[in-house]
């Protein structure tokens, strides 16, 4: 089992930026991949990131692309998601998810086994 925490959500203007942190718990987080995604609502869940255990590879949606950062750091067993440039389309609930799986790819959120409660990102115009 792995237990993932959100924080960092928060209401912030157009032009500005959050980081988004996961803390997990429970099994060995530094054999994951983890993932970010979000939730608008009426909308499906989309990928916003992702990054492998080793963190040497990152991957993002074409939307968030150059604004967006993801991160880990294993001895914390926490990722994060720095966003800049903060638009009021990026305005949605945004959820961690833990794969552990020996699945390929990221993007699909059926790939991910684990998922943290959400944190609501706002931006206002």
């Known amino acids: 089992q792995v237990q993932l925490v959100e ?18 718990s429970g099994r060995t987080f530094s ?14 869940r989309e990928f916003v990131s992702g990054i492998p255990w080793s963190g040497g590879s990152t991957y993002y949606a074409d939307s968030v692309k150059g604004r ?11 990722v994060y ?8 389309e990026d305005t949605a609930v945004y959820y961690c998810a833990a794969k552990v799986r020996a699945l390929v790819g ?3 959120p059926a790939l991910y086994d684990y ?9 206002s115009s």
Request: glycine share 14%; with cysteine; hydrophobic share 30%.
């Open 68 to 78: 967006f950062t993801i991160s880990r750091d294993n001895v914390k067993n926490t």
């Open 106 to 108: 990221f993007s699909s």
């Open 31 to 44: 054999s994951n991949t983890m993932g970010w995604f979000r939730q608008a609502p009426g909308k499906d």
């Open 81 to 88: 998601l720095q966003m800049n440039s903060l638009k009021p």
């Open 115 to 123: 998922w943290g409660q959400g944190t609501q990102v706002t931006v």
């Open 7 to 24: 924080s960092g959500g928060g209401l912030v203007q157009a032009g500005g930026s959050l980081r988004l942190s996961c803390t997990a």
